[in-house]
């Protein structure tokens, strides 16, 4: 069987994400009722970060544990990653040893350098360009919350033609989301301070079909259904930390903006969060806020996606 690689979210089709969303719902069923689910027996996942984590070390290390296998954890400082060690002879040697990789790091390059001379699997744990695992919870999240078919379970086709405002940065999120919309067929309004715009070449989508940009945040958020932030400088950009303080000054999430979209709408942001910077702490700890069911689905999407890289359809 070739080697499937999770590198940015338009590496899966629209039939690859309707098995992870229903997995993703099983697999987060059996967790709840305390089942046991190890069908990861024997395996392991190698975990690198060349960047600081939380959520996305602890999802993976305790979902991996939870499926029965084993995780090795690294980071630059403390592997010969940090002593120049070539990517590709990394990639060489780590992927005899395990069965699946996690990697958060800088360029996409340096993620898509590593899986061409890796024997096994290679998640993209966040990158300066994307971070579709995030994205993957995230849309879970929206449909338990939004788009349960007749049977309970999450539905593609009922997210079908909804609108994400994205207001903020034209990040490694922003990028994902546009890279969802395209896949998926929704659409998001982008609002982002100028100079911070999203790069459709970067993003990798083929049409400006699934996303409409905005200068003001405020339009941006008529109508939408979903409203979402990030941090205004993302790790590896602190150097333009006073910038960016000034120039997204007028790009937080307040209730006001939270007044404009659906009644129904939610937010998300996928954390860590700042208040009183890009969101109100009225906002991320109100009634519309689903943050810590995102983070935690985080684990459960994971999980099935651990899944389906090394056991497939099962
Ligand atoms: N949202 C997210 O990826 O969080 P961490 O940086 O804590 O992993
Ligand atoms: N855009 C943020 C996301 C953190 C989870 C960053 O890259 O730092």
Redesign the pocket.
């Known amino acids: 069987m070739a080697i499937r690689h999770y590198l940015q979210f338009s590496d899966f089709t629209a039939e690859d994400y309707a098995w992870l969303f229903e997995r993703a719902a099983i697999i987060k069923r059996k967790f709840k009722a305390y089942e046991k689910y190890q069908p990861l027996t024997d395996r392991t996942l190698a975990m690198i970060f060349e960047?600081a984590s939380t959520r996305t070390r602890v999802s993976f290390e305790a979902g991996m544990y939870q499926m029965g296998g084993s995780v090795v954890h690294l980071t630059t400082g403390d592997s010969q990653l940090g002593r120049s060690e070539p990517i590709e002879d990394s990639a060489r040697v780590i992927s005899r040893m395990v069965d699946l990789v996690m990697i958060r790091t800088f360029g996409q390059d340096k993620i898509e350098r590593f899986a061409s001379h890796s024997r096994v699997p290679v998640i993209n744990g966040?990158t300066?360009e994307f971070?579709p695992c995030?994205i993957l919870a995230d849309l879970f999240t929206y449909m338990e919350h939004r788009c349960l078919d007749g049977q309970g379970r999450p539905s593609l086709d009922r997210l079908r033609g909804k609108v994400v405002a994205w207001v903020g940065?034209g990040?490694?999120?922003a990028n994902t989301w546009l890279q969802a919309a395209d896949l998926l067929g929704f659409t998001v309004h982008v609002s982002t301070p100028s100079g911070y715009e999203v790069d459709q070449g970067v993003a990798g989508v083929r049409s400006t079909e699934s996303y409409r940009v905005f200068q003001d945040p405020r339009e941006a958020c008529v109508g939408a259904d979903l409203v979402t932030t990030?941090?205004w400088t993302?790790?590896?950009y602190e150097a333009e930390n006073e910038a960016r303080r000034k120039a997204f000054a007028d790009w937080c999430v307040t209730p006001d903006l939270m007044s404009l979209a659906k009644p129904d709408a939610l937010f998300m942001h996928?954390?860590?969060a700042h208040r009183g910077e890009e969101v109100d702490a009225d906002v991320i700890d109100g009634p519309q806020s689903v943050v810590w069911d995102e983070a935690e689905n985080r684990m459960h999407v994971q999980k099935a996606l651990m899944e389906y890289l090394l056991l497939g359809k099962v």
Do not use: A, E, F, T
């Open positions: 960047k966040l300066n971070h995030q940065d990040n490694n999120m990030d941090v993302s790790m590896g996928c954390l860590p």
